[in-house]
């Protein structure tokens, strides 16, 4: 299923999007789409049972709907950092021996079209396509990667936007960085996890101003989605509808020739991963 929240900034109501590509209300099924809904086997079944049915409302998308970020309520966002080969390489960063672990606040979550601020300050401005991975069933303590797997509720774009000058070069860690506003774009779907039959097997694409700068695959993972579930729960209880980003491919600005294209108010970027639909953003300066 491809579930979805659409409507204004904090005023979000649940969707899904059929298999005919016609958006559909969930308003009068479910209240939203967050942790409880997601860890509630009998609340899906009986989404999956309307969609089957053809019986939910039509949304009509003439109307110039907003669709939100996929997820209400969203407990924590954990981030892996330098978890593909081809981005370690391009950065000239040895291949970590271990996931690299940051955190993103959940209020720097928008939705997949919303606009992008540029923070005061900025020079650094970096884009980073990854594959987000949505936590269903509370991980604590677990046993395998196959394990690992069998806790995700299913799979998003998000966008790990990123102002390289906070990150590396201001000091102590990497959360200044990563945590400014607007800087996690998510969606615009919810993929549930048995709808995505190999998540080491999906192309991630992103573009700026119409120029191809990310091309990679999630086969390119240092560390695959079932391993980084299971190693992040023993250090920490991850619970339904908290979110794990896992990285980003080779060429991101930073790891380009000098004078590194970062971003600026007016670019525009767009970014996809295949069966998980595709964001658009616009720059703005905050």
């Known amino acids: 299923m491809k579930l979805l ?3 204004t900034a904090g005023s979000e109501r649940p969707a899904l999007l059929d298999a005919d590509g016609t958006l ?3 308003s009068g099924i479910v209240p939203d789409i967050d942790g409880p809904l997601l860890a509630d086997d009998t609340a899906l079944a009986r989404i999956r049972a309307a969609a089957d049915s053809g019986e939910l409302p039509v949304l009509d998308v003439a109307a110039g709907l907003r669709i939100g970020p996929p997820l209400g309520r969203i407990g924590k966002i954990v981030c892996i950092g330098l978890n593909y080969h081809d981005h370690a390489r391009e950065t000239g960063a040895e291949p970590p021996a ?3 672990i940051f955190f993103k606040a959940p209020d720097t979550v928008v939705g997949p079209h919303d606009t992008v601020l540029i923070p005061r300050g900025s020079v650094k401005t970096d884009w980073e396509v990854e594959l987000a991975v949505v936590i269903g069933r509370t991980a604590r303590y677990l046993e395998s990667a196959e394990d690992g797997l069998a806790h995700v509720a ?6 790990d936007v990123s102002e390289r000058e906070f990150q590396i070069e201001r000091g102590g ?3 200044k960085g990563k945590n400014c506003e607007t800087f996690n774009p998510l969606g615009p779907w919810l993929v549930t996890a048995e709808d995505v039959a190999d998540p080491q097997d999906l192309p991630l694409k992103l573009w700026v101003n119409g120029e191809l700068k990310q091309d990679g695959t999630t086969a390119e993972q240092i560390f695959p989605v079932g391993e980084v579930v299971w190693y992040v729960s023993q250090f920490m209880t991850l619970y339904p509808g908290d979110v794990i980003n896992t990285g980003t491919p080779a060429g991101v600005a930073l790891g380009r020739p000098e004078p590194k294209p970062f971003l600026r ?3 525009v970027v767009e970014l996809e991963i295949e069966g998980l639909g595709r964001q658009r953003q616009v720059m703005k300066n905050a």
């Open 98 to 100: 271990e996931p690299v």
């Open 265 to 267: 108010a007016g670019d």
């Open 173 to 175: 860690t990497w959360d």
């Open 5 to 7: 929240r659409v409507g």
């Open 24 to 26: 559909r209300e969930l």
């Open 154 to 159: 299913g799979y998003a774009v998000a966008h």
